[in-house]
């Protein structure tokens, strides 16, 4: 692994506190997960909150009522797409595979709205695992690092596999998701606090020297 990339994952790893998902049974993590697409982690976090308590487990999710679990999820986006998919999910995960979540990124995949970063985070998580979920934060701070010069997360995944040491796969998300929303912002990044202001090729701390 190139040493000024450790160097920086491992400043941020000493400064960052990673996002977290809230929960552990591995079937909340990846219906959370679905939820999150295209929506801020606070309201994530509230609606998954809120449905957990009206339907506690994958059988009454399965057998919920599709009006009241739209208007359950209601604040996020996408909230009648994802209603469907997540009672789709409740009822695969019951029929196909005995209530449990499988370990196995292709069959993940098959589930309605699962990519591969929704699996990726699953596997990382839930089953600990070496994967890296790249969503809009890691592939767009990747690429201002300078780590990658890649056009999708897709693409950023597989670069980020060649050059990052494996026993930083899991975190990797978790740590440059908090970094993005607080610091490496997508406009007016907060390069004065950044602590990688003088590695970084994107900062604007070094291009004044």
């Not at 089953?127 to 592939?139: M, R, S």
């Not at 970094?179 to 990044?189: D, L, R």
Request: glycine share 4%.
């Amino acid at each position: 692994m190139n040493e000024k990339y450790e160097m920086m994952i491992k400043r941020l790893i000493e400064k960052i506190k990673p996002h977290e998902i809230p929960f552990s049974e591995p079937w909340k993590v990846l219906i959370s997960t679905v939820l999150s697409q295209r929506t801020k982690d606070e309201t994530t976090a509230m609606v998954s909150e809120r449905l957990y308590k009206i339907y506690p487990d994958l059988e009454s999710i399965s057998k919920a009522n599709l009006d009241h679990l739209e208007n359950v999820l209601k604040p996020i986006g996408f909230y009648r797409e994802k209603a469907k998919r997540i009672r789709e999910i409740a009822k695969i995960l019951i029929n196909e595979y005995n209530g449990k979540v499988p370990e196995d990124k292709d069959l993940l995949m098959k589930l309605p709205g699962v990519g591969t970063k929704t699996a990726n985070i699953v596997l990382s998580i839930s089953f600990k695992k070496d994967y890296i979920a790249v969503d809009t934060h890691v592939h767009r701070i990747s690429n201002r690092l300078g780590w990658v010069k890649t056009k999708t997360p897709e693409e950023t995944e597989i670069e980020l596999e060649k050059i990052i040491d494996k026993k930083y796969w899991k975190i990797l998300n978790g740590i440059l998701v908090e970094f993005g929303k607080n610091i490496c912002k997508p406009v007016n990044p907060k390069c004065e606090i950044c602590p990688l202001n003088d590695l970084c090729p994107s900062s604007k701390i070094v291009a004044k020297k």
